[in-house]
């Protein structure tokens, strides 16, 4: 029988990490892309998926599979590590699109936050067919009922194809009410190659340990969406798209279903909650944790937080009792005024008493910084520095501000007339919104270039790792190899083009 459809995680990690790849960075499996398998599984199609990411497959060995199995449709999800990580990932999503369609006539379609920003864009320049908007499935689903009965697309929702060269959108928006727990009753785990030694933590959230004790890690969402219109973010574009707005929950009952699969059949130390705002609805939270202390699970856990949703000091309780090892901030700028421009309405003291508040809890801290934000100068940037090691949080990340498709600031950019990753006369393509590229081209500020704005950057964060209090910090909660791993890792020099480094 002829499959219905492949879902192909593509290999992305060698362009947007570069060396980095081989050690430092995470291997995470594709939660979205497995999330549409089972819902498309569940629907009573055939459904197969590749994780060419995890399996270090090429775009010959890719297409090649493609050509064998014969699907009446492709799937690939857009959809990076992180919630803003999916235009970075156009680049080889675009290859191998190319590369399928020299061996192979099947249909593609591209679903996630890029393609849902750009649907035009992405049909006119990429080896596509179609593109979806919204989470994927309703799309899917209609397109796949569609070419069976030959019916007319007008009638899937949240589809976009070019016929005759016109662009064209479907006039069905879908439903955007229905539970999650209803819409989506499992995920596929069994189509991917999890516990067999494949997937890997970050370098922090395994506390430092060498890459062969970060395996056995895996990632899931508690809910979809974000009730918050962060200047910068473009995670609720596909959702904008088709007319969805704030945030829904899997029950918690869901939740600890999908945890004990992982566990329990495949090893699972490591996990990572994807949710950008997992610590939004207390109750969500505090289900999830009682029933992972019930269940008894020995869990190293990593989630997102704000400044102005870890209040409550029961639920940090319990988070932590529950495996929470690390809770991410978005802290983003030291200086009020241009944290404000980002949509983020919070003093420093604030911040001071939240990043005490996780840790007095015994939960460690990843501070999430920018620089490059609207408003920013070389001294907001310093400010920013300095506040980031008074706090001295047990990892840091500092990026350089980014206009992604589908964020608020992408067509602020575009009024301005910046040069954006993607545009026709910039170099690397859409790799030049990932952080680590040698292409990588952040946003310019009110008073600063591109280039200004990455050379602080890139100075910052050595500057932040080689610091002797920060580091006298990982020595007592870590010991001797987290210093070793730091200082090895603060030797990289990432090559940029436009600092003038050569390749």
């Known amino acids: 029988m002829r499959l219905d459809v492949l879902f192909i ?17 995470a291997v995470e499996p594709p939660f979205m892309a497995a999330l549409l398998a089972a819902g498309v599984r569940q629907a009573g199609f055939s459904v197969d998926l590749l994780d060419a990411g995890a399996l270090g497959l090429d775009l010959g060995r890719v297409a090649e599979l493609v050509m064998n199995s014969r699907p009446r449709l492709v799937v690939i999800v857009v959809h ?54 919204g989470e994927g499935l309703d799309t899917i689903l209609g397109l796949l009922q569609c070419r069976a009965e030959e019916g007319s697309y007008r009638r899937v929702p949240g589809l976009h194809w070019l016929q005759d060269g016109i662009f064209i959108s479907s006039v069905e928006r879908g439903e955007a009410g229905k ?16 516990g067999l030694g494949y997937y890997r933590a970050h370098n922090w ?46 029950s918690a009952d869901w939740v600890l279903n999908q945890v004990g699969v992982l566990v329990e059949q495949y090893g699972v130390r ?57 809770l991410v901030l978005g802290i ?45 100068t070389q001294e907001t940037m310093r400010e920013t520095l300095v506040l980031a090691k008074q706090l001295k949080t047990l990892w840091f990340n500092l990026y350089a501000t980014m ?33 680590h590229s040698y292409y990588t081209l952040p946003l310019p500020t ?21 610091y002797e209090p920060y580091l006298e910090r990982v020595h007592a909660r870590f010991g001797f190899p987290a210093i070793n791993h730091i200082n090895e890792m603060n030797t990289i020099k990432l090559k940029r083009r436009i600092l003038g480094d050569k390749l």
């Not at 009110?446 to 080689?466: G, I, K, P």
Request: hydrophobic content about 40%; glycine content about 8%.
């Open 80 to 133: 990076g590590q992180q919630p803003s990580a999916s235009s970075q990932m156009m680049g080889g999503v675009g290859d191998l699109c190319r590369a399928i369609k020299m061996v192979s006539d099947t249909k593609i379609l591209l679903t996630g936050t890029h393609p849902a920003a750009l649907p035009l864009r992405t049909l006119t320049q990429e080896a596509v067919d179609y593109v979806a908007t």
């Open 270 to 326: 490591h996990l990572k909650f994807i949710d950008e705002m997992y610590c939004l609805d207390k109750r969500h939270v505090k289900g999830i944790a009682r029933g992972i202390i019930k269940a008894g699970y020995d869990l190293n856990i990593w989630a997102y937080a704000r400044v102005d949703t870890v209040g409550d000091e029961e639920m940090l309780e319990l988070m932590a009792r529950s495996g929470v090892k690390w």
């Open 332 to 376: 983003e700028s030291a200086n009020r005024n241009v944290r404000a421009g980002a949509d983020k309405n919070f003093s420093n003291e604030a911040v001071v008493q939240a990043v005490e508040r996780v840790e007095r809890a015994g939960i460690d801290v990843l501070g999430n910084y920018m620089v490059g934000l609207r408003t920013d």
């Open 9 to 25: 995680h593509p290999n992305t990690s060698p362009l947007i990490y570069g060396s980095l790849a081989e050690d430092l960075a």
């Open 403 to 435: 206009a992604y498709p589908g964020a608020p600031d992408y067509g602020w950019a575009q009024s301005r007339g910046y040069a954006l990753p993607g545009d026709k006369d910039v170099p690397g393509g859409w790799t030049a919104y990932s952080h």
């Open 446 to 466: 009110e008073t600063l270039s591109a280039a200004e704005v990455l050379r602080f950057r890139d100075q910052a964060f050595n500057d932040y790792f080689s």
């Open 205 to 250: 959230h395994a506390h430092f340990q060498p890459a062969a004790q970060r395996l056995d890690y895996a990632s899931l969402y508690t809910s979809l969406g974000c009730p918050y219109k962060c200047s910068f973010c473009c995670i609720n574009a596909p959702f904008r798209a088709r007319g969805i707005s704030g945030i829904r929950h899997w």
């Open 179 to 194: 539970e999650l727990d209803l819409e989506y009753g499992s995920v596929a785990w069994d189509m991917l190659p999890l």
